[in-house]
Structure formats: C-alpha cells, structure tokens
C-alpha cells in the first residue's frame, strides 16, 4: 500500500526519510575509514596467525610423557606401536583385532594405535624403539598381503615373541 500524502510542508519530502536505507559494503566502510583517519593514525595491524593444516584441536606432542610415565611405574610393562593406514577401513579393523588380541593375552602391555601419522598403504606393528613383528609397506589396493594374514596366527606370534624375551 502507498504512503499517505502529506498536506503541510512539501520541505519534509525533499529530506531522506528513515525508511530509506544506504547500502555499506566492506569497501564502502573501507574507504570512510580511510578518509576519517589520516595515514598516522591509522591502528596498527597485528600480523595474521599461520592457519594449521588439521582441524579441531592441536597436536598434544607430549606422547613421550606418556611413555615415561609407563616406564617409571612399572618396568616390566612394554609398548606396542600399530601403524596403519586411513585410507581403508579394512586396515583398522585389523589393526583393533591385535590390539584387542594383545591386551586380552599379555598382561601389562600397552598397545598404541597411530601415535603419529601414519604412511599411506601401511601396516606395521612393531616393538617401541626396537623390533618390527610385521612390516608391510607400500601396498596398493586392493591390499592382498594384508588381507592374506591370519590374524590369529600373527597375534600369537606376537604373543610367543614377547614372551620369549
């Protein structure tokens, strides 16, 4: 519906009314904060934070804390690293099947999944800072060497491994 006419002043139609609306954009209120300050009193900008690669929050680097806190409370207890692959899934079930396997079987050990990012087409389980059980490396899909293994048999091997130390 149109506005109603107003019979006194014409001088009140000649001024904007409030209804009217300035469109700001980010280059308009850009160059009116230029013109407003002079180039001295501009605020300084503070340098832009390097953006991290990976989301959420950032990496806890104190692993190794962890491992001292292991080692000082018990020195019989031992570290098992499993490294494997995201880019399938069929590489962390296998990977949760020995971990499983090994803490059911070995009391006092302690199984870690990926403490750093894994290599892509891996899947290796090893001893920390000392012997590799099984090392496979550069697999392509659809990953037959992997999915060869007797999982049972490889976590008994690990088993009789770690007891024959």
Do not use: W, Y
Not at 29 to 52: C, D, G
């Amino acid at each position: 519906m149109a506005p109603r006419k107003t019979k006194g002043n014409r001088e009140q139609s000649t001024v904007p009314s409030a209804t009217t609306s300035v469109r700001v954009t980010r280059a308009s209120s850009k160059r009116a904060a230029q013109n407003s300050f002079s180039v001295s009193e501009l605020p300084e900008k503070k340098p832009k934070k390097a953006k991290r690669a990976g989301k959420g929050k950032p990496k806890e680097e104190p692993k190794e804390g962890r491992k001292e806190k292991t080692k000082a409370g018990d020195e019989s207890k031992q570290t098992i690293v499993i490294e494997h692959c995201k880019q399938c899934n069929s590489f962390k079930t296998r990977a949760n099947l020995v971990k499983e396997g090994l803490e059911k079987s070995v009391p006092g050990i302690t199984v870690i999944l990926n403490p750093e990012k894994p290599r892509r087409g891996c899947f290796e389980i090893r001893e920390e800072g000392g012997e590799i059980f099984i090392s496979l490396l550069d697999m392509k899909r659809p990953f037959t060497p992997m999915k060869q293994l007797d999982m049972d048999k490889v976590i008994a091997d690990i088993i009789d491994q770690i007891n024959n130390k």
